[in-house]
């Protein structure tokens, strides 16, 4: 069995950072985990809120228990595949045990389907992030790469993942997305992104694949025309909801309905299919250090979403479901995401309002149908 997109599916992104990584965890005080900056997040404002609770609780995403039950929960509400967050960086790699040993190692590792998204990024060696003038990524965060080394990336990811019976294809191809296309694209220029991808795919050619469907996230708007040029074959979003530059606090109900405009557009200005991505939320302030939270107009103390609720939520995945059902061929749409705790948005049951995301995602689907 191979899991060849041939009706609508629903993906959700998944972060793989919360278990013991020797890369990231070695910057830190001994027993340090992302998990206290959730656990421990401050009100920003009155009525914000925060903090954001597991309902069961904090969790070890390398231990195959954890995502049996993660698996459980998507199979029971209708997200149809995870997307996990892939850290490479030239043979390099970080958070992987999310996905070798607790995906992979479950009991139903073999059956439920996933793809990957290339986080060409290495994660922050600071957290909570402090209000200083440095750049917002640093440079020692930057993944750079050349032809030969996303090729390299290509026959890894062929071997151990793209090979599986359950990784997703489409059109029997793998399908692979790159987190920050944007930096991809202007890291190696045109030509050399070109390249890169065409030896990619001739490779996976020869191994017997029709080839590899590769989709860019987050493209920038001043360079959405020359990704079709340099060889994706479509676009999507992680987090498409905040305003990054508007004001503080903003309301969810308006930012749904302004994103759900603005899907066409992407497809129609980059020539390329659109896969909509939607989220319950975003709210980042965990990550940022409490001094001076009202200053920087910047990741992550801003923008902070503000009146989300499952309802709301619920309507704008059902009008990703019906924009994907009318214009593309796959039918995909993603939710961003499964768990991104520390930055507010996540589908996991909460405190505050137990498997209500989950079921969202049900009662999407089924009035969709």
Not at 124 to 144: A, Q, T
Not at 149 to 155: C, G, N, P, Q
Not at 325 to 347: C, D, R, T, V
């Amino acid at each position: 069995m191979n899991y060849s997109i041939n009706n609508t599916k629903i993906g959700a992104y998944v972060y793989p950072g919360w278990h013991a990584c020797d890369e990231r965890d070695s910057k830190f005080q001994p027993g340090w985990s992302e998990w206290d900056l959730v656990l421990k997040a401050p009100e920003r404002f009155p009525g914000h809120n925060q903090p954001r609770l597991p309902a069961d609780g904090p969790y070890d995403d390398s231990v195959p228990s954890t995502v049996q039950k993660q698996v459980g929960l998507a199979r029971k509400y209708g997200v149809d595949f995870f997307v996990y967050g892939f850290f490479w960086s030239r043979g390099k790699r970080v958070f992987d045990a999310a996905l070798d040993k607790g995906f992979l190692g479950m009991d139903s590792g073999d059956n439920f389907p996933f793809t990957l998204m290339w986080a060409n990024r290495m994660p922050r060696g600071i957290l909570p992030v402090k209000h200083n003038s440095s750049p917002e990524i640093g440079p020692g965060r930057l993944v750079y790469t050349d032809p030969d080394d996303f090729v390299e990336l290509i026959k890894y990811l062929e071997k151990k993942y793209f090979s599986r019976p359950n990784y997703l294809r489409v059109n029997e191809m793998p399908m692979f997305s790159i987190f920050d296309s944007t930096f991809f694209l202007r890291q190696l220029g045109e030509g050399l992104a070109s390249l890169a991808i065409h030896k990619a795919k001739d490779y996976l050619r020869k191994k017997g694949y029709p080839g590899l469907h590769l989709m860019a996230i987050n493209p920038a708007p001043a360079k959405i025309g020359e990704f079709k040029k340099a060889g994706f074959d479509s676009i999507s979003h992680y987090v498409w909801l905040p305003d990054w530059k508007g004001k503080y606090q903003q309301d969810y109900a308006e930012l749904v309905k302004k994103r759900s405009r603005e899907w066409k557009g992407f497809a129609d200005k980059s020539g390329l299919t659109y896969f909509p991505s939607v989220s319950p939320g975003w709210d980042a302030t965990p990550r940022a250090a409490i001094k001076g939270y009202h200053k920087p107009e910047r990741y992550p103390w801003w923008p902070v979403v503000v009146n989300e609720n499952p309802a709301l939520f619920s309507n704008f995945l059902g009008h990703a479901i019906n924009y994907t059902m009318k214009f593309n061929k796959p039918q995909l749409s993603f939710i961003a995401s499964w768990n991104e705790w520390s930055e507010g948005h996540y589908l996991e049951p909460d405190k505050r309002y137990g498997t209500a995301w989950l079921e969202a995602v049900r009662k999407a689907k089924q009035d969709a149908f």
